[in-house]
């Protein structure tokens, strides 16, 4: 059978990654797929660097348009990112009948629906598992491999920018800002690194894991996002000392008020696996009713590891291109007709438990009236740990860091018992509250 011909557009590190797995392991790729897969045309801005890529064979043209148009092709995949051509592009190319693969995350959270209901009216398929968390298949494993499972929570490590620069806070003892300069002068950061660092990515690639998990549609606009700039180095040492790891996870669970789906710094038991996962690896646990919890780990990003993810759709849609469209996987893994309304909740009514660290002046009854406060707000405490006179210098000798675990509250009740707190004479900077999951 004539290999499967595919347009690729944008061919920087993920395209030429694809382009070369695709051709070093052609033989297994297509025992696999029932035929052969061959990228046969290729769009980029910079032509000749893209031809010097694919070699003379490979027809490369400026104009993703001239791909889309093409009728030998069957499957378009797009690597240009961003909410912006990228939509255009990918609505066109469903129009005209293609598959899509794309790792656009962005794109896919903010307009997934209208992606996915213009593909299913067009009966295409589109297909992203490069899209959340590079080279782990774990699109495939929340869609297919638990589908027996009411899914009860999922917890991700999904950023590998933001996990390296924990992992160096903690290992150098540095603050953020340090480390984030070291990152981009080593190339792990982005020149401009805000969707990383600001928790945007994370929540991009949560978003669409907790659609397919509990069979709602896409909603980035209701995702809770807050990143890591903010941490300090003596918070990662405080968690250390309870027994903690600082990592910035992207987590939603389904409780009785509706579905939690947010991204923040959070404190895990350093006992659990994922809180060991360090530099720019990622992560993910799903925690389903019948399996229990499984954890999926490997490479977040990079040239092959997401070519991986690629790959793995062009085979799936290659075994599938002529197969009825109902027979398919649906897109979110549920029918269309079976995706439910179940709300996102405001992060208000979300509940958790915390770490909460307040500079106080060092003087009797301090520590009383705090605790007092979280008894009346009805917020009980797991632990408490004081700094030691002795770290303390200079013009801070007056002052002390009282550290305190929480047991789980509702989190209206803790905002409104930190306002309180934060209003006593004696605290005396703004109180640092990190979000802590126990993750059994
Ligand atoms: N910038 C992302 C990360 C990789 O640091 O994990 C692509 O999603």
Not at 170 to 181: A, N, T
Not at 340 to 345: A, E, K, M
Request: aromatic fraction near 4%.
């Amino acid at each position: 059978m004539k290999p499967i011909q595919v347009g690729l557009l944008g061919i920087g590190t993920v395209g030429s990654g694809t382009f070369n797995v695709l051709k070093r392991n052609q033989q297994e790729i297509q025992g696999r797929a029932g035929r052969g897969i061959e990228i046969t045309m290729v769009a980029d801005l910079d032509v000749a660097r893209a031809q010097s890529v694919v070699g003379p064979d490979v027809k490369v043209v400026n104009d993703a348009r001239a791909v889309i148009a093409n009728p030998d092709i069957d499957i378009v995949i797009e690597l240009i990112g961003g909410y912006g051509i990228a939509k255009a592009l990918v609505l066109e190319a469903i129009a005209a009948g293609k598959h899509v693969v794309t790792a656009n995350k962005a794109l896919l959270a903010v307009h997934g629906t209208e992606i996915f209901a213009a593909a299913s009216a067009k009966g295409v398929m589109v297909a992203f598992e490069a899209a959340v968390a590079g080279g782990i298949p774990i699109i495939k494993a929340l869609r297919e491999g638990l589908t027996a499972n009411r899914i009860q929570w999922i917890a991700g490590i999904i950023n590998g920018t933001t996990n390296f620069i924990l992992s160096e806070m903690r290992d150098k003892g540095l603050d953020f800002d340090v480390v984030l300069k070291e990152a981009q002068r080593l190339g792990y950061a982005e020149a401009d690194p805000t969707f990383d660092i600001e928790g945007v990515d994370a929540a991009h690639k949560v978003t669409l894991m907790s659609a397919i998990a509990f069979g709602i549609p896409v909603q980035f606009d209701k995702a809770y996002v807050e990143g890591i700039t903010k941490l300090g180095a003596a918070d990662i040492k405080y968690a250390e000392q309870l027994g903690y790891r600082i990592k910035l996870l992207g987590i939603t669970k389904r409780t009785a008020a509706g579905i939690e789906l947010r991204v923040h710094p959070t404190l895990v038991p350093a006992k659990r696996l994922i809180a060991n996962v360090e530099g720019a690896m990622n992560a993910v646990m799903a925690h389903g009713d019948a399996v229990g919890t499984t954890l999926y780990y490997g490479k977040g990003a990079g040239s092959e590891p997401t070519a991986s993810a690629v790959i793995a759709d062009l085979v799936d849609i290659t075994r599938l291109h002529t197969a009825d469209a109902a027979q398919r996987v649906p897109h979110l893994a549920f029918q269309p007709d079976a995706i439910s309304n179940t709300p996102v909740v405001a992060m208000s009514e979300v509940v958790t438990s915390y770490y909460l660290r307040l500079r106080v002046a060092d003087e009797a009854g301090v520590l009383a009236k705090v605790t007092g406060l979280l008894a009346e707000a009805g917020i009980s405490i797991d632990a408490v740990l004081q700094r030691e006179a002795d770290e303390i210098s200079g013009e801070a000798a007056t002052q002390t860091d009282v550290i305190i675990l929480t047991h789980d509250c509702v989190e209206a009740k803790m905002d409104a018992a930190l306002a309180q707190m934060q209003a006593l004479p004696t605290v005396l900077q703004p109180i640092t509250r990190i979000r802590k999951e126990e993750l059994a």
